[in-house]
């Protein structure tokens, strides 16, 4: 059945929807049923002491039942053997052991206040003290999560200038300044394909985004260039959404005017992973011009080029079918890492806690953030490093658009 859950949230394309249900009638509300009538798990410290009380209470009876026949055998009175074994049986029970524990554990507590760490529960404490491995998202997490496009590839290198959604930046080619970039053509067609092959939204007054940060990113450039949103002049006909196994997304437009000065129909725009978008593609920059092995080797030798500096890569295509598209070009985009990180980690590793980070990014990409925030330092100085990944997945589009 087509449902979207309640609590569900929404990581790309656009739709309606119809309430069909609230409360605890929705299936998150079944779950919070479910959930409210478990019992909280025990920590390792919770384990550890409820079998130290079994093996002292089972060591406990034994020796009162020990004494007790002694004491029988001796021909004893029965009522005295009796309160000797309760009067042991009680002593040997350790009814200080939780307080000590639970002291002990305040204490921590305090101690991570001090800190300006604030822990609800004392049982996490002792959790929290025996972690070894600490896993982290990248975006959002480690990075800022504003992406910004710096480099561009479109047959040639240029790169921009200037952050955040003003609108304020330069194109640059060779170090030298592009007065005007809607006068390179390729320049058009690339700008072209980021605009229409969006979902976001980009307030070009008071630089308000909603949607996607990568996306926004795609409008803020061409926000730089003077472009127009080019998406409330055509009609969108279809989207395929981005996906982790596909790795692209693409829409249609219509792209015939009223005036009949463009009778183009039908044209797909696509933006994705490097090599899935080049799987596509016959044509290079232009249609008139075949994508031969020259240009598939150049392209992702910029794309490796883009993911060594940290860079997020996203490749343009557009046609009139999606398995012959013509290549427009590569976007890098960087999202710097947030203040303070670095030492927060270097602080984790001198306690010998290993801290892995998780991304959708390239191989290249990940591996040059991790160098910046100095999560290598810890498997360099282990004479290891491991990353893991999916073999088809060399550069994602947006991590927020596959879970990352």
């Not at 130290?52 to 007790?68: D, E």
């Not at 992406?147 to 200038?161: D, P, S």
């Not at 926000?223 to 395929?240: C, G, N």
């Not at 598939?296 to 295509?317: P, Q, S, T, W």
Request: proline share 2%; glycine share 8%.
């Amino acid at each position: 059945e087509c449902i979207v859950h309640m609590g569900s949230t929404i990581v790309s394309g656009c739709g309606k929807g119809i309430v069909i249900a609230t409360g605890e009638r929705t299936e998150l509300g079944k779950f919070a049923i479910l959930i409210g009538s478990l019992e909280d798990s025990k920590t390792p410290l919770q384990e550890k002491m409820d079998e130290i009380g079994k093996q002292l209470t089972i060591i406990a009876f034994a020796i009162v039942t020990l004494i007790f026949l002694i004491g029988i055998l001796q021909h004893k009175p029965l009522l005295q053997m009796f309160t000797i074994g309760v009067s042991l049986a009680v002593a040997a029970i350790p009814e200080g052991l939780p307080i000590v524990v639970t002291v002990t554990l305040a204490l921590g507590v305090n101690r991570m206040a001090n800190r300006k760490a604030i822990v609800r529960k004392l049982p996490a404490v002792e959790a929290l003290g025996a972690t070894t491995v600490i896993c982290t998202d990248k975006t959002g997490t480690l990075t800022k999560n504003e992406m910004t496009v710096r480099k561009l590839f479109a047959g040639q290198m240029y790169e921009i200038t200037g952050i955040g959604y003003s609108g304020n930046g330069e194109f640059f080619q060779n170090s030298n300044k592009i007065v005007d970039p809607l006068v390179h053509s390729n320049l058009v067609e690339l700008l072209k394909v980021a605009v229409l092959c969006n979902n976001s939204q980009l307030n070009r007054t008071t630089g308000e985004l909603i949607g996607q940060p990568t996306e926004g990113a795609l409008l803020q450039l061409a926000f730089k260039a003077k472009m127009e949103d080019l998406r409330s002049k055509f009609v969108r006909l279809s989207e395929k959404p981005f996906d982790s196994e596909r790795k692209w997304m693409a829409v249609s437009y219509n792209l015939s005017n009223d005036n009949n000065q463009n009778n183009e129909g039908e044209i797909f725009f696509v933006k994705g992973a490097v090599e899935r978008v080049l799987e596509n593609c016959s044509t290079y920059i232009s249609r008139s011009c075949l994508l031969v092995n020259e240009h598939r080797n150049e392209i992702l030798l910029r794309a490796k080029e883009f993911g060594d500096e940290a860079l997020r890569v996203i490749a343009f295509a557009s046609g009139r079918s999606l398995d012959r598209l013509t290549f427009h070009g590569l976007m890098a985009l960087s999202d710097p890492p947030k203040e303070g990180v670095r030492e927060a980690i270097e602080r984790v590793h001198a306690t010998g806690v290993q801290v892995v980070m998780l991304t959708g990014d390239s191989k290249e990409t990940a591996l040059a953030i991790a160098n910046e925030l100095g999560l290598t330092n810890y498997f360099n100085n282990s004479n290891h490093i491991s990353i893991s990944m999916n073999n088809n997945q060399n550069n994602n589009q947006n991590n927020n658009q596959n879970n990352n």
